[in-house]
């Protein structure tokens, strides 16, 4: 169950398994282009047999990247990329709104043999300003299982309003466009996921808006044979409930035109973070080979600890 951790200064740092050195991902830091909302990102990510299981910029929105922290409407502004949802008008090109996330260090980055760590420090910005937030994000790798062919990252990211203003998370959906909720941590599959099955821990279907504590996707690969799973799973820290004042998360997620999946933080209403507070989420994502069923993520899941 080795795990290897490579850093290109200025580039990314890979996270590789085994022997024959099974690149499972990718965290690519360095600047990309402006209009992109340029972000750190998660491309190539892969199951411990090497299959593909992210796209980076499809000729569809060139600002999808692997797996990555987003957000779509944040007080006026776009971290999300390319055009801005305007709500009677559509999808405009106002290069004026779109911000970024900048990497500033590294906390931590290291491999043992069962477990890899990236920290990291970050500032989120509005296009051509000052910074808003600063982020404390950590991924790990863990609980690598060539038995069952799967393997597990965690994400948590706290995010700090430095504003002397609340900032505002929204998305389309809470600007009127239905069904359009995407922000927070985002995945864009491959080409070849479009059609996949989506499970839940209630039911298999499209769970659009609604809420559970994980989601499964299933996609046939291109180019090989087989399948692969990835679980999305809340942490039970998150405070997604929507009891007791909790901001609820909602599930975006979408089969056609394209695989993505997204825990959205802002599906049907905005999520307002005033001046020096926190927003602290924790995610699994378990990458799988093959087609899991309900039960068997439900099982697997019950034998993970956070």
Same mark, same amino acid.
């Given at each position: 169950?080795?795990?290897?951790?490579?850093?290109?200064?200025?580039?990314?740092?890979?996270?590789?398994?085994?022997?024959?050195?099974?690149?499972?991902?990718?965290?690519?830091?360095?600047?990309?282009?402006?209009?992109?909302?340029?972000?750190?990102?998660?491309?190539?990510?892969?199951?411990?047999?090497?299959?593909?299981?992210?796209?980076?910029?499809?000729?569809?929105?060139?600002?999808?990247?692997?797996?990555?922290?987003?957000?779509?409407?944040?007080?006026?502004?776009?971290?999300?990329?390319?055009?801005?949802?305007?709500?009677?008008?559509?999808?405009?090109?106002?290069?004026?709104?779109?911000?970024?996330?900048?990497?500033?260090?590294?906390?931590?980055?290291?491999?043992?043999?069962?477990?890899?760590?990236?920290?990291?420090?970050?500032?989120?910005?509005?296009?051509?300003?000052?910074?808003?937030?600063?982020?404390?994000?950590?991924?790990?790798?863990?609980?690598?299982?060539?038995?069952?062919?799967?393997?597990?990252?965690?994400?948590?990211?706290?995010?700090?309003? !430095?504003?002397?203003?609340?900032?505002?998370?929204?998305?389309?959906?809470?600007?009127? %466009?239905? #069904? @359009?909720?995407?922000? =927070? &941590?985002?995945?864009?599959?491959?080409?070849?996921?479009?059609?996949?099955?989506?499970?839940?821990?209630?039911?298999?279907?499209?769970?659009?808006?609604?809420?559970?504590?994980?989601?499964?996707?299933?996609?046939?690969?291109?180019?090989?044979?087989?399948?692969?799973?990835?679980?999305?799973?809340?942490?039970?820290?998150?405070?997604?409930?929507?009891?007791?004042?909790?901001?609820?998360?909602?599930?975006?997620?979408?089969?056609?035109?394209?695989?993505?999946?997204?825990?959205?933080?802002?599906?049907?209403?905005?999520?307002?973070?005033?001046?020096?507070?926190?927003?602290? !989420?924790?995610?699994?994502?378990?990458?799988?080979?093959?087609?899991?069923?309900?039960? %068997?993520? #439900? @099982?697997?899941?019950? =034998? &993970?600890?956070?």
């Amino acid at each position: 169950m080795t795990l290897s951790l490579t850093h290109v200064p200025g580039d990314r740092v890979t996270v590789a398994h085994g022997a024959a050195g099974t690149e499972l991902f990718s965290y690519v830091y360095r600047p990309e282009a402006d209009w992109e909302a340029p972000k750190p990102y998660l491309h190539p990510l892969r199951t411990l047999s090497g299959a593909l299981v992210t796209d980076y910029r499809p000729n569809d929105h060139r600002w999808h990247k692997g797996l990555q922290l987003t957000a779509s409407h944040l007080s006026g502004q776009n971290l999300w990329g390319g055009n801005t949802y305007v709500h009677g008008e559509g999808y405009l090109a106002l290069p004026e709104r779109v911000g970024s996330m900048a990497h500033v260090a590294f906390a931590e980055t290291a491999a043992e043999a069962d477990r890899a760590v990236i920290a990291e420090q970050l500032t989120w910005h509005p296009h051509g300003g000052e910074p808003w937030a600063e982020e404390e994000r950590r991924i790990e790798v863990r609980d690598v299982d060539p038995d069952t062919g799967s393997w597990a990252l965690t994400w948590t990211s706290a995010v700090t309003n !430095r504003r002397a203003e609340p900032l505002r998370f929204g998305s389309p959906t809470t600007h009127g %466009r239905p #069904a @359009a909720g995407y922000t =927070g &941590l985002f995945w864009r599959g491959p080409r070849a996921f479009r059609g996949g099955r989506v499970l839940t821990a209630e039911a298999e279907g499209d769970p659009m808006g609604s809420r559970s504590p994980w989601l499964a996707y299933v996609g046939e690969h291109d180019g090989r044979d087989g399948h692969a799973t990835l679980v999305f799973e809340h942490a039970p820290s998150n405070d997604h409930s929507g009891e007791k004042g909790a901001h609820p998360a909602h599930w975006f997620v979408r089969t056609d035109p394209f695989a993505a999946v997204a825990p959205s933080w802002a599906f049907y209403e905005e999520l307002v973070l005033p001046p020096g507070e926190t927003l602290a !989420r924790t995610y699994r994502v378990v990458v799988a080979d093959g087609a899991w069923d309900r039960a %068997r993520v #439900a @099982a697997h899941l019950e =034998g &993970l600890a956070w």
